[in-house]
Structures are given as structure tokens and as C-alpha cells.
């Protein structure tokens, strides 16, 4: 691409973007298949503003960018204005806690994000070819809308590790976080997985899938036309339990899900318990070209270790089956580490206009990622796998 004057514009409504112009840069790699990741499609994006979970009264309001080249759009991102640090899962509320007793305003802030969704993927989504003037043109326009409205700050959360690289080129500060992810060598079955596993961790697993497994029911597995609307309603119940309990009120409405059915069905997998003909608890999973992404559980009737079976066993025995390379299993959750999920790294990209604060920022982010290195190398070395035949035979 050539170096030709670059025309930034923000719109509240992505309906003002042409979908197949957004796709283009969002999932270029769709045209042969799945993409990469469902969170910043047209389709997954939309389905979050049609529904209301974001917009008016969510704290969330959209003010997409879009880059146009020689009357061509070759760079988008999904942002948003935030009046809160809500479902964001990289969190600031110390930055902001400090700001503000300095005297500062935090809030609204800018934020290059998934909403609710805590899941590695681009977030300066580019046409191939313009990976490099695409994300330069986003980051300076985010930069500019935040100086010239006198902002606080911008955060690009859950980026890709090249983007953090390339950030930080642009004068951004990068941070680091730890999740845990589920990586698929080769395994032929479940059980090869449970082989490279130490005795111990082996036998406990198949506890917990027996124990789980004798709810008194069956659990099933659905996607696409198969999900069907009473499931939806099922869901609903277990997602308002889990949302009060853990955020005090749910993020998505109602409504997100009858949006899902109708525009990505065919990138979910629900996974549900049932018990005399009612579904009494419930996994949500996205499904990725090589990742399957859990996202969200809930129950209406509590039964042992079925937590563990709906969200973590089934979405590896279904990446196994269907030859996907990892499985990642959404925010925090060292009890995640003894099933098979090993920590990695996230990244994220931060901008403040007070250089002041930035510089305190910064200081911090050194100190943060020695200490999240130094605590991924700890847990990788307490992971379950199986060490040395010395131990299998322990």
C-alpha cells in the first residue's frame, strides 16, 4: 500500500460500516473457512449493540474507527467509550483510583476491546497489506479523539503479542497478564490426553468425570440449528445466576442471545446437563478456526465436579475431536492449572495524555511483568503433566 493521505472516521452505530468493508479487515481469512476468532466479526459485534448490551445505559458506547485508503476501507476497531473499568477482565481500577485522587478525571476513558470478552485476537484489524499504516492510523486516531476531548487515556486490551510489539514502537506502554490455556499435541483421544498426565492428576481427573457424569441425567452438546429457543431460555437462567453472583448484574441481555442464534449459531457450541427433560446447567463456548474459547456457565442445580466436566473436560474432548490446536478457558482460575490448562501470556496497549501518570504507569508495568513472568514459571512447573517415567511408575 502506498503511503497516500489516510481519513480517519467515528461512528456510534456500526451499522454505518458496510459489513462485508468490516469483515474484510476483521476476518480476512473467513473467505476459506472459519476466522480466526468470532469476537470482532460484523456479525458477533452487531449482536452486541442490536441486543443493548452495549450502548445507552451500559457504560459501553460505541465509537467504531474506520480507515479509508484511496476510497477504500483498510483498517477498522471496535471502540468504545467507558464510563466504568466494567467487564473488561485486564484491570485499571487502581490506575483510576490514583488518577482521581489526583485530582484527575478517569473517567470516560477509550477502550480498543471485545467487550465482556476475554479472548487473544487482533484488535487493529487491517486488509492484508496494510497491517502496518492500518494500525498506525488507528492508534493515532483513538490518540487524537482522546486529546481533543481532553480524555483520560486509551486501552487496547487482550491484543495479539505483535500488536504489543508494534505498540510499544509507537510510544504505547505494553502489559502483560496470565491465563490458562489448553494446547492440543496431537492427542489421539481423551485418554491420550489423560496419558501425558502424572498418575495422580490422571486418576483425579477420571474421579471428577465420574463423579460428574453420575448427575442423574445426560449431558449433551449442540450447535447451530440444533440449539433450539428453550435452550436459550435454560441458558438465560444459569447466565443471570452466574452474572449476579459475579458481577453483581449480568452484562448481556436477553436479547444478545436470540441475536447469537440468528447470526452465529454455527460458531457456538452449547454444552448441556439435563435431567428429566430439563436442562439444570450449561456451558457456552465459541468455536474459533483453530481455538475453541469458553466463555460462560451457570446452574440451577449444583452437582459435584459437573462444573469441571461442562467446561473444561467436554471442551477438550471436543477440541480433541475435531482437531483443534488449543482450548482457552476465559479469565483467572488457577484450579484450571491440575485439569490440563497451562498459563500464557496476554497483552494489552495503554496511552495517557498526563505524562506524569504515564511515567508512574510505566514504572509499575516493569515491576508487574517480572512479577507475572516469575509466577507463569512457577505454575508451568507445577503443572499436571507427566514429568519422568520414574513418576508414572509412582
Known amino acids: 500500500m502506498t503511503d ?5 472516521t467515528a461512528h456510534s ?19 476459506d473457512g472459519r476466522p480466526y476468532d468470532p469476537f470482532t466479526t460484523y456479525r458477533f459485534l452487531k449482536a452486541l449493540e442490536d441486543s443493548g448490551s452495549v450502548g445507552p445505559g451500559s457504560g459501553w458506547h460505541p465509537r467504531y474507527l474506520v480507515a479509508h485508503q484511496h476510497g477504500q476501507v483498510i483498517a477498522v476497531t471496535p471502540l468504545y467509550a467507558k464510563a466504568h473499568s466494567q467487564g473488561e477482565y485486564i484491570f485499571d481500577h487502581n490506575w ?8 484527575g478525571e478517569y473517567y470516560p476513558k477509550l477502550q480498543i476491546a471485545v467487550p465482556f470478552t476475554p479472548a487473544t485476537g487482533r484488535r487493529f484489524l487491517t486488509r492484508p497489506g496494510a497491517e502496518t499504516i492500518g494500525m498506525s492510523a488507528l492508534v493515532q ?5 482522546a486529546a481533543e476531548n481532553q480524555l483520560s487515556s486509551v486501552h487496547a486490551t487482550f491484543c495479539t503479542e505483535a500488536e504489543a510489539i508494534a505498540g510499544q514502537e509507537m510510544g504505547l506502554l505494553a502489559r502483560i497478564g496470565q491465563q490458562f490455556h489448553w494446547e492440543n499435541a ?18 483425579n481427573i477420571r ?3 465420574n463423579q460428574a457424569n453420575a448427575f442423574g441425567g445426560e449431558i449433551i452438546e449442540l450447535t447451530g440449528d440444533k440449539i433450539a429457543p428453550e435452550h436459550w431460555d435454560a441458558f438465560w437462567r444459569f447466565y443471570q445466576d452466574t452474572g449476579h453472583r459475579k458481577w453483581g448484574s449480568p452484562y448481556l441481555t436477553r436479547d444478545f442471545f436470540d441475536q447469537a442464534q440468528e447470526y452465529l449459531r454455527d460458531d457456538m457450541l452449547l454444552v448441556l446437563a439435563m435431567r428429566d427433560g430439563r436442562a439444570v446447567a450449561g456451558a457456552l463456548n465459541f468455536i474459533g478456526r483453530e481455538t475453541l474459547y469458553g466463555r460462560y456457565w451457570g446452574c440451577v442445580e449444583h452437582h459435584p465436579c459437573l462444573h469441571f466436566e461442562l467446561c473444561y473436560y467436554r471442551a477438550i474432548d471436543y477440541a480433541i475431536r475435531t482437531g483443534m490446536a488449543r482450548v482457552e478457558a476465559g479469565a483467572q ?11 500464557v501470556t496476554t497483552h ?36 499436571p503433566f507427566r514429568k519422568t517415567d520414574m513418576e508414572e511408575q509412582q
Do not use: M
Open 4 to 8: 497516500a493521505a489516510i481519513e480517519i
Open 13 to 31: 452505530d456500526l451499522g454505518a460500516v458496510d459489513p462485508a468493508d468490516w469483515d474484510a479487515c476483521a476476518c480476512p481469512e473467513a473467505v
Open 96 to 103: 483510576a483510583h490514583a488518577f482521581e485522587g489526583a485530582g
Open 141 to 145: 486516531g483513538a490518540v487524537q479523539i
Open 186 to 203: 496431537g492427542y489421539d483421544d481423551f485418554d491420550a490426553f489423560l496419558g501425558s498426565l502424572s498418575s495422580r492428576k490422571r486418576k
Open 207 to 209: 474421579k471428577e468425570r
Open 333 to 343: 482460575g488457577e484450579h484450571k492449572l491440575a485439569r490440563g490448562y497451562l498459563p
Open 348 to 383: 494489552s496497549l495503554h496511552w495517557f495524555g498526563d505524562s506524569g501518570f504515564r511515567d508512574a504507569v510505566g514504572k509499575y508495568l516493569k515491576a508487574e511483568r517480572n512479577a507475572v513472568d516469575h509466577e507463569i514459571e512457577v505454575l508451568t512447573s507445577y503443572g
